[in-house]
């Protein structure tokens, strides 16, 4: 199973979110090809309900923490409840290119 699957899988089972994605943003950075290093993660639930973003983001760090102590090297995280979902019409902002590494 890909880590992506992995992610995907833990997530899912933790918040079962109203929406989840999850990106593999490894391509954009300075490694090897096939690489699941760098991800961002999308995801609305009512879980995050009352919850300030800080404690969201504690919250999926705690979920993969295992994977943040390993093959994780970046995590980009957008955790909204529905309602703050609907607002922004389901858009997040576009990862920025690398700046390092060579690239």
């Not at 999308?42 to 390993?70: C, P, T, W, Y």
């Not at 703050?84 to 060579?102: D, I, K, L, Y």
């Amino acid at each position: 199973m890909s880590l992506q699957n992995i992610i995907e899988e833990k997530l899912s089972q933790a918040f079962t979110p109203d929406y989840l994605l999850v990106e593999n943003e490894s391509h954009m950075h300075n490694v090897l090809a096939g690489s699941e290093m760098h991800f961002k993660i999308q995801i609305v639930s009512a879980d995050f309900d009352g919850q300030m973003l800080l404690k969201r983001h504690r919250a999926v760090n705690k979920v993969l923490e295992e994977e943040l102590a390993g093959p994780i090297h970046a995590l980009s995280m957008h955790t909204f409840t529905k309602e703050e979902w609907e607002q922004r019409n389901g858009q997040v902002p576009t990862s920025p290119p690398c700046q390092g590494g060579g690239k």
